[in-house]
């Protein structure tokens, strides 16, 4: 289907966009008053970043940020999904407010605003300020403190210009990933300090949505998940039973005290010797309406149920003879209406935005130019997966593709391209791909009726 025959299934007032994250492509790690994150110090230890990258200099957008609006802007962005750097603002965490990180993001919203483009803010997308980690991190309740006095901060100076605010990005990555796995900063490996770090994560949000409505009660507020959509490895009831515990473990203790007030049941019954305290009023304060729900998709995953592994005694199995991306990822457009469906059925959703989406492709700039059909593919089936899901009655308002441009990939260093810019990283060059332009006619290409 041509760009133009799939931009008339999706009405005018349909949000289409391009995010990023902080330190992945702002570098200037120790200007104008900000301090290190998690992120700069785990760059540092041996072994964890491939190749020993870091976001140091990054795509060097805090000087280009200029250039890069007016690519957006070249690029026919609707909107943009940013996020704002928590230590270049409270460089320590708590404390003083640093004026000229505030400033460069106030310069940023008002470039977006200039061009015609709705800025969307994420308020942590993982650079926990190094000394705000001394206290605790996210193991320490007072980070979810902290984090609602840089919500209020960020909303008094930006929330009468924002379109949106998305509170934390991924928080599956701030717990798991990063105190359980050990693949993401801090790097730490243990189950008590996943645990904790969960509980802090979902109180955290509760309190920046509760910053946020107090500053400015009528901005869109929520939060952005990288819920799994999840496919038993077989046809045998152990593998069916496998996906719901994994559901539970993985997306259940994010999703669950956020729409009922409560945790999974088998998961406090499980942990309960090692689960933090739950306070009183926790669970009211995480449960906070949002005004809409984003979720980061990027491929399926398949369970098959283990005994030999400790909860939720199950592991996830790669398919065979499957495409896959650059990350090893594979690609399965329909897992991503499975997501949406099952949440729908599970959960009292408010509007949802697909907050990213997109994939790592072997990207080779030749000529000047970098031809990547095989992420215009993937962009095309995705999108015709929502727009299905979308007609059949799924309230979907938005889509942000992952990535505007090219950058630093966490812990893959500069290694995996996502972008759908060519970042040259020795002259810092942009060049659409062809994506760039496919996706750029897409928005470009909408019907004009109005919202059904």
Request: glycine share 8%; hydrophobic share 40%.
């Amino acid at each position: 289907m041509s760009s133009t025959a799939l931009s008339k299934r999706f009405p005018r007032d349909f949000v289409f966009g391009y995010a990023t994250a902080a330190y992945q492509i702002e570098g200037a790690h120790d200007e104008d008053g900000r301090k290190p994150s998690i992120w700069d110090a785990f760059c540092r230890i041996p072994g964890r970043v491939r190749g020993g990258d870091s976001g140091d200099v990054a795509c060097d957008h805090y000087h280009r940020m200029p250039e890069d609006v007016r690519l957006l802007k070249s690029l026919s962005a609707d909107a943009y999904r940013f996020s704002i750097a928590w230590p270049r603002v409270i460089p320590d965490g708590r404390g003083p407010v640093n004026a000229k990180g505030l400033d460069f993001y106030d310069r940023l919203v008002d470039a977006l605003l200039a061009a015609e483009i709705k800025p969307y803010a994420t308020l942590y997308h993982w650079d926990l300020p190094i000394e705000q980690h001394g206290r605790g991190g996210w193991c320490a309740r007072d980070t979810a403190y902290a984090f609602a006095d840089y919500a209020d901060v960020v909303m008094a100076r930006l929330g009468d210009r924002l379109s949106g605010v998305m509170t934390l990005n991924e928080p599956w990555c701030s717990g798991h990933l990063s105190y359980l796995i050990g693949e993401h900063a801090p790097g730490e490996r243990n189950l008590a300090a996943a645990l904790a770090a969960i509980h802090t994560l979902n109180l955290g949000h509760g309190l920046a949505v509760q910053a946020i409505k107090a500053r400015r009660a009528d901005l869109p507020a929520g939060i952005v998940y990288n819920a799994k959509a999840l496919y038993a490895a077989s046809d045998r009831p152990e593998d069916a039973a496998a996906v719901e515990r994994y559901r539970a473990f993985h997306d259940g203790v994010f999703l669950d005290p956020l729409f009922f007030g409560r945790y999974p049941a088998e998961v406090l019954e499980t942990f309960g010797p090692i689960m933090p305290r739950i306070e009183a009023g926790d669970l009211e304060i995480i449960s906070t309406p949002i005004d809409f729900l984003g979720l980061n998709f990027y491929a399926p995953e398949r369970i098959a149920a283990d005994p030999a592994l400790p909860y939720p005694r199950a592991r996830s199995v790669q398919a065979e003879d499957v495409p896959r991306t650059a990350m090893g990822w594979e690609i399965h457009a329909p897992a991503l209406d499975r997501l949406l469906t099952d949440l729908a059925a599970r959960y009292p959703l408010p509007p949802i935005y697909i907050a990213e989406n997109g994939c790592a492709q072997y990207d080779v700039l030749e000529d000047g130019k970098c031809d990547d059909p095989g992420r215009i593919d993937y962009l095309e089936q995705h999108l015709t997966v929502l727009a299905d899901a979308r007609d059949k009655g799924i309230r979907v308002d938005g889509y942000f593709v992952w990535s505007l441009m090219d950058n630093f990939e966490w812990a893959h260093g500069y290694a995996k391209r996502f972008g759908v810019v060519y970042v040259d990283y020795e002259t810092q060059a942009r060049i659409p791909k062809s994506s760039a332009i496919w996706y750029r006619d897409l928005i470009a290409g909408r019907a004009q009726a109005a919202s059904t």
